[in-house]
Structures are given as structure tokens and as C-alpha cells.
């Protein structure tokens, strides 16, 4: 079994910075591709970030790119997501999740997700 906790979420001030963290439990961690999602109230959960499982390519939402960066450390199976010059349509909250082991292909697509935290709330202020 695989179980995903997520923290570092929090109130920040519009600019600023936050740093999420996602630990993984279960001995498939490095192989395992990643991605973070978010959701605010009344919409659908949409893409933010993703990451292959050897950690060579990322991917971001348009919205996100320049600012946000995705990182995994497989010595703690962690995964990360940076986020700066945070703006106010990014408070959301944000989930970590993790595709099936070496699963190539479209980040975007949530159902090749096997697993996702409980999330945690994003909040900024002006």
C-alpha cells in the first residue's frame, strides 16, 4: 500500500513564497512518476505539476509555469513543489498523487494517478 502526506501548506502574503511537501510511503517511491493538483471550492481538480519517476522531465500547467517548480529527493521519497510569486488565483487545495510505476505519457490525465493524498490548503493574501 502506498499512503501520501502532504504539508508546508499555509498563508502567505501575495509575492511570497511556500514550499509543499509530500512523503511517500511504500518501497515503490523511485519508481513512481508524481504529480501535484489543486482544487478550489466549486471547481474541478486541475493539473499544477508533474515529475517522471527518474526525475529528468517536469511539467506544469500554463498557469504555474516560471514560478512553481516540482523536485522529488528519493533518499526521503519526497517530492516537492516550490512554489514563488505566488498570486491570488493560486490559493487552492493542493494534492500530491503518484502514477503507476514507469508510467510515461500525459501528466494531465488524473485517472493514471493510483494514489493521492488528503491535501493541504494554500492560502494568499493581498
Known amino acids: 500500500q502506498v499512503q501520501l502526506v502532504e504539508s508546508g501548506g499555509g498563508l502567505v502574503q501575495a509575492g511570497g513564497s511556500l514550499r509543499l511537501s509530500c512523503v511517500v510511503s511504500?518501497?515503490?517511491?523511485?519508481?513512481?512518476?508524481m504529480g501535484w493538483f489543486r482544487q478550489t471550492p466549486g471547481k474541478e481538480r486541475e493539473f499544477v505539476a508533474g515529475?517522471?519517476?527518474?526525475?529528468?522531465?517536469?511539467y506544469y500547467a500554463e498557469s504555474v509555469k516560471g514560478r512553481f517548480t516540482i523536485s522529488r529527493d528519493n533518499t526521503k521519497t519526497t517530492v516537492y513543489l516550490q512554489m514563488n510569486s505566488l498570486k491570488h488565483e493560486d490559493p487552492a487545495v493542493y494534492y500530491c498523487a503518484a502514477r503507476a510505476p514507469f508510467l510515461i505519457g500525459n501528466f494531465y490525465r488524473q485517472r493514471d494517478y493510483e494514489y493521492w493524498g488528503q491535501g493541504t490548503q494554500v492560502t494568499v493574501s493581498s
Open positions: 515529475l517522471a519517476w527518474s526525475g529528468d522531465n517536469t
Open positions: 511504500g518501497r515503490t517511491f523511485n519508481n513512481r512518476p
